[in-house]
Structures are given as C-alpha cells and as structure tokens.
C-alpha cells in the first residue's frame, strides 16, 4: 500500500499473485482526488486493473465500492508485516 495523500492525493495497492496454473499477474488499485471534503467518497472507491505479467497485458478493469459502515471493522483488520 502506498499512501500518497499529499504528493498525489491517492492511496495505492499493489498485490501480485499467481493462479493455479503459476500464471504471474499484479493487481493494482487506486482511490484517487482525495481531498478533506470528499473522503466519503475517495476512501469507498477504489479503481483497478489486474495485469497478465508473462503476456504484459491488461486482462481486467474494475471499480470497487467499499461499504461506509463496514470501514471501522476493515481498518482493524491491518497488520503489519
């Protein structure tokens, strides 16, 4: 995760995995335009792609919506590593 509020006004994640046939791909989302006066909105959004890494090439785009009331139980759910 890289939190990029003040340089970009964005949070990023970044996971890379394989599928069960060892097919490499990386995730990468975004919450993006995060400004004081729309966290509500920033910080439930998240756009992304997966890409395949062997081939070098998007497979899939997705918007995500994060549920408000769920984000107490989601961010206590952090540990680091």
Known sequence: MHLLYF???KIRYTFDFRDDKGT?????GEKI???P??????HT???GT???LEAD???S???VYFDLASMPSFAASFRLA
């Open 37 to 42: 006066w729309n966290l509500h909105r920033t």
């Open 50 to 52: 997966i890409t395949d």
């Open 7 to 9: 340089t970009d006004a």
């Open 33 to 35: 335009n995060i400004r």
């Open 24 to 28: 490499p791909f990386r995730y990468v």
């Open 57 to 59: 090439r998007e497979i």
């Open 61 to 63: 785009k997705s918007i």
């Open 45 to 47: 959004t998240c756009y």
